[in-house]
């Protein structure tokens, strides 16, 4: 009942509008993002450009679109990734324990004292520029937290009886933690996954911003931002404004949907029930 509640919310319906919207891009684009018109640069919204036009004519609600469908994807592909590798990691260290658990602890406290955005440029510096290594730098960056989480949770719930039980039953690892353990940690995993899409969003913005993410041959909200930066000063806010306010609306629709899969649905406060005369009801 709290899951369906969530998922009804106006943060879900918010998130699943902004992907239907990205998914249906060649359907409601209306125009080519790669087209280049130079007798249409820097044109305002209207005139049958609803966003705008950009410095080389490209109409901005198409490429909005199409880069909605790259960032995103960024997003949830990283998202996936850091999950995974923070789930098998942290999940070794709170059923191995001893030097098992002590190296991967102090791996993930090592990479966490490092700022986040250095580590992610300085393994896209040395990386091939492209989708695939844009996603696998994110998604291997992201992943210390998570363990940690699933590490203390694991390490919490082991020691449960009815764990203890089916080991004793015979149960094998596997089967104890397919069976046990992950539903368990269930909802915390959901939680850091969507806080890991919004984080991993904002990434793909902050590294094609920089120039060291997605080609700028490929339309995405990040390289969309970078394009409108020597624009800004010349009146064409539409070019930056747009893109910004997916990026930031996605990113917090994501933690308001983290929030609530974390706390619930709110309820209205518990009120007395009043009778005409002021005195409440027993």
Avoid at 105 to 133: E, F, V
Avoid at 153 to 170: D, H, M, N, P, S
Wanted: proline share 6%; hydrophobic share 50%; glycine share 12%.
């Amino acid at each position: 009942m709290k899951m369906r509640l969530v998922i009804l919310s106006p943060a879900a319906a918010g998130l699943f509008l902004l992907t239907l919207l990205s998914t249906a891009a060649p359907l409601l684009a209306g125009a080519d993002p790669a087209e280049v018109r130079m007798d249409r640069i820097l044109q305002p919204p209207g005139n049958g450009h609803p966003l705008g036009t950009d410095e080389l004519g490209r109409d901005v609600w198409s490429r909005l679109l199409y880069g909605g469908r790259v960032s995103l994807a960024v997003g949830f592909l990283a998202m996936a990734l850091s999950i995974s590798v923070g789930m098998i990691l942290g999940t070794i260290s709170g059923l191995a324990g001893g030097f098992i658990d002590r190296l991967i602890m102090r791996t993930s406290d090592m990479l966490l004292s490092i700022p986040s955005i250095l580590l992610m440029i300085g393994l896209q510096a040395i990386a091939p520029q492209g989708l695939l290594s844009v996603i696998l730098v994110i998604g291997f960056t992201g992943w210390m937290l998570i363990a940690r989480v699933i590490r203390t949770e694991i390490r919490a719930i082991r020691k449960e009886t009815y764990v203890l039980a089916a080991k004793k039953l015979g149960a094998g690892p596997m089967q104890r933690f397919i069976s046990h353990l992950l539903p368990r940690c269930m909802p915390s995993i959901i939680v850091l996954a969507a806080g890991s899409a919004g984080h991993a969003i904002l990434a793909e913005a902050t590294l094609s911003f920089l120039g060291l993410g997605i080609p700028q041959t490929i339309p995405s909200w990040g390289n969309m931002l970078t394009g409108a930066q020597g624009y800004l000063m010349s009146g064409a806010w539409w070019l930056a404004v747009f893109p910004g306010l997916c990026i930031a609306l996605t990113i917090y629709l994501m933690h308001v949907l983290g929030d609530r899969l974390q706390t619930g649905p709110r309820r209205p406060s518990a009120r007395k029930e009043r009778n005409p005369h002021g005195h409440s009801r027993g």
